[in-house]
């Protein structure tokens, strides 16, 4: 259970309160699930009875899944864990025995229908996370010394690095932190700014990119990047160490260049898709830019992947790639095409449309309804989904995902994929060990070498 402990003390505070958030939540909540089936066909057979959990058990159940909450253990046969649901009393218990509860519900409902409803439906999963929430915050008021000290410790850091100073969030700061760590761990030198190579010798030696190959696209993405209108800013695609734009090279040039492996990576990640084969990848790309047929804007997917699936139907995944960003800039002037689209894919509650045009979704929204415009107001693909990239830990990034999900019709489709970076890397390292995966996980998600430094 060392590993299992580890884990959880690793577990930031704003993702153990986005699962006390349920508390409220399950407190205003009256019926939890609705029994369905057994009744008798035309036939004479009888469905099997089955529950529809509402969505708050839903949401639970994802996040616990998402924050690998749902450990792995032999929960059949944990006569312990049985004998405190028995007692229902969960006072004084250690942070272990409240999750090896939980997940003990959880997988039980799989075999045994409605055994996670009735628990939330006798107080037993409240409960337990106000236990779990109180635990939480007496290890949090415990540390509160300690995060003092780490944060003269990550000011000095920033000194050493050269990125000392105001950041937009405290995301951007260590991942600023970390490019800094990055080049100088090369050898390279900056400009400025710690998180800055040198511009001439950045355009020169490609010190940005992850390889070769990579380096080589996009020296011609560059040059042709106004025949095809495509915004590709330099000198920061050379130079800046943190722009998402550099990153979304480093992460998709090679699979650009091997599409047998890009679609593995993606029959993996979206197996209901039936995708056959990847047949191109793209970057900065947009159908028609302020083409009415489609947005009428400037719009255009940071990636985008296009595929035929198992009946020779075209797809495709339209990509937005986010490292860094808060998502506070000024939204743009809203085009009356949004709301056409909008309504005819139906995915919206439209008595949300306010709420669409604001920032911190309307970015999202804007992309997402381009996606849309290519197969539901137009018929250039059979169907498309729009993926949001993201790191887990960008927190701007996450509320903005919870906010822009509460404007959807939850009875339809969204066609909306939020994807953490870490998942992505994760499953590309499942059919790939080349040096670059390797490279790009140590340079943009090792956070670990943040800690390493300060000793």
């Not at 979206?270 to 719009?299: A, C, L």
């Not at 339809?412 to 790939?432: M, Q, V």
Request: with cysteine; proline share 2%; charged share 30%.
């Amino acid at each position: 259970m060392e590993k299992l402990n580890n884990h959880l003390e690793n577990i930031s505070l704003e993702h153990w309160n986005r699962l006390f958030k349920f508390i409220p939540l399950i407190q205003k909540q009256d019926v939890f699930g609705e029994w369905k089936g057994g009744k008798k066909d035309s036939q004479g057979v009888i469905e099997f009875p089955y529950i529809v959990s509402c969505k708050v058990v839903d949401d639970f159940t994802n996040l616990m899944y998402e924050l690998d909450l749902v450990i792995n253990f032999d929960w059949g046969k944990w006569t312990t864990g049985r004998e405190i649901v028995r007692t229902n009393d969960f006072r004084n218990l250690d942070n272990i025995t409240l999750i090896k509860i939980l997940t003990a519900i959880i997988r039980n409902d799989r075999f045994n229908e409605g055994v996670l409803v009735g628990a939330f439906e006798d107080g037993t999963i409240e409960k337990v996370l106000i236990e779990l929430k109180i635990n939480i915050e007496n290890t949090n008021t415990n540390l509160f010394t300690k995060n003092k000290l780490a944060m003269a410790t990550l000011k000095e850091l920033k000194e050493k690095f050269h990125t000392n100073y105001k950041d937009s969030s405290s995301f951007a700061e260590k991942a600023r932190l970390l490019q800094s760590i990055w080049r100088t761990e090369k050898g390279y030198e900056f400009e400025k700014y710690g998180n800055f190579l040198q511009e001439d010798f950045a355009k020169q030696t490609g010190a940005n990119f992850l390889s070769k190959t990579i380096f080589e696209f996009v020296k011609n993405e560059v040059k042709t990047k106004h025949e095809k209108e495509k915004v590709i800013q330099e000198p920061r695609i050379w130079n800046n160490l943190l722009s998402s734009q550099p990153l979304a090279f480093n992460m998709f040039g090679e699979l650009k260049q091997n599409t047998e492996l890009a679609t593995k990576i993606f029959q993996d990640l979206y197996s209901e898709r039936n995708i056959n084969n990847i047949t191109r990848i793209e970057f900065e790309y947009s159908p028609g830019r302020r083409d009415p047929k489609y947005t009428g804007d400037r719009s255009a997917f940071d990636v985008f992947i296009e595929y035929e699936n198992r009946e020779n139907k075209k797809g495709f995944f339209g990509i937005e790639v986010k490292y860094a960003e808060t998502l506070n800039d000024k939204p743009s002037s809203h085009k009356p095409n949004y709301e056409k689209i909008s309504e005819k894919s139906g995915i919206f509650d439209m008595s949300k449309l306010d709420k669409l045009k604001q920032k911190p979704i309307q970015q999202i929204w804007r992309d997402h309804l381009l996606t849309l415009s290519l197969f539901v107001t137009n018929n250039d693909y059979k169907i498309g989904d729009f993926v949001y990239l993201y790191p887990v830990d960008n927190k701007n990034c996450e509320t903005a995902i919870e906010k822009y999900e509460q404007t959807f019709d939850q009875t339809k489709e969204s066609y909306f994929r939020p994807l953490t970076i870490e998942k992505l890397t994760e499953t590309i390292k499942k059919y790939c060990n080349e040096d670059w995966i390797n490279e790009f996980e140590n340079r943009y998600l090792n956070f670990d070498k943040i800690e390493k430094a300060s000793r």
